[in-house]
């Protein structure tokens, strides 16, 4: 089957850095992606990893690894705005995406 | 400015009163689709559309309708609305028809359905 498992929760404190996690199991791998979704508003497009490794885009670093079905986003010097959901979501069948519930990261001063 | 949008943004209504939430797309994009959130469910796909005049069920389609006369406009009905469609709405849309295709939503309509 087709799954995505992120943990719930995170809080982490302003100036830290955190790593959320996410695990994914499909049938055939095209890639995952990792957006941000702050409360009430649309989610927003982040990263996308197709290879293995470790992306970095200012703050924001996100990490692939395909023989584990694993993934991590990293974020840096982390900042009260950075209070959010964060969804792991990776492409199933029939052109779909396949969301995780995603995390939600609280930043505390 | 390349954008979603939807309208209306927050709407309160009564069982059974047809209501139209409107989508539109300004980045000429091919897939359009509806998503549902709710608390402890994730997002759910509704509906989607590889182009105009093709659409397709997704995950969670009963009690809702959509069409796409235009490439630009995905239109989300609901033609009964009960009180568990009460959710939060997110119109999306992407250059192709993959789902490696980065997916842009647009500012979401909180319905409540009484």
């Known amino acids: 089957g087709q799954n995505i498992d992120q943990p719930t929760e995170m809080t982490a404190t302003e100036g830290a850095i955190v790593q959320i996690n996410c695990t994914y199991q499909t049938s055939g791998f095209n890639g995952l992606f990792w957006y941000q979704q702050h409360a009430g508003e649309a989610p927003t497009f982040l990263s996308y990893n197709v290879l293995d490794g470790l992306e970095e885009k200012g703050r924001f670093s996100s990490f692939l690894s395909r023989s584990k079905g694993y993934s991590y986003l990293l974020l840096k010097e982390l900042q009260m705005k950075d209070s959010a959901s964060y969804l792991c979501?990776?492409?199933?069948?029939?052109?779909?995406?396949?969301w995780g519930l995603g995390t939600s990261l609280g930043v505390n001063p | 400015e390349a954008q979603v949008t939807q309208n209306p943004r927050y709407l309160i209504t009564v069982t059974g009163k047809k209501l139209t939430v409107t989508c539109s797309q300004n980045m000429n994009h091919e897939y359009m689709s509806w998503y549902r959130q709710d608390p402890g469910l994730g997002l759910r796909q509704i509906y989607y559309?590889?182009?105009?005049?093709?659409?397709d069920k997704g995950d969670v389609p009963e009690g809702y309708k959509v069409s796409r006369k235009e490439k630009r406009n995905f239109p989300l009905i609901l033609e009964s609305p009960s009180p568990n469609q009460t959710s939060l709405y997110f119109c999306a849309s992407s250059f192709g028809g993959r789902s490696t295709d980065t997916q842009y939503f647009g500012p979401g309509t909180r319905l409540t359905v009484l």
């Open positions: 979501a990776v492409p199933g069948n029939n052109r779909k995406l396949i």
């Open positions: 559309s590889m182009n105009v005049e093709v659409t």
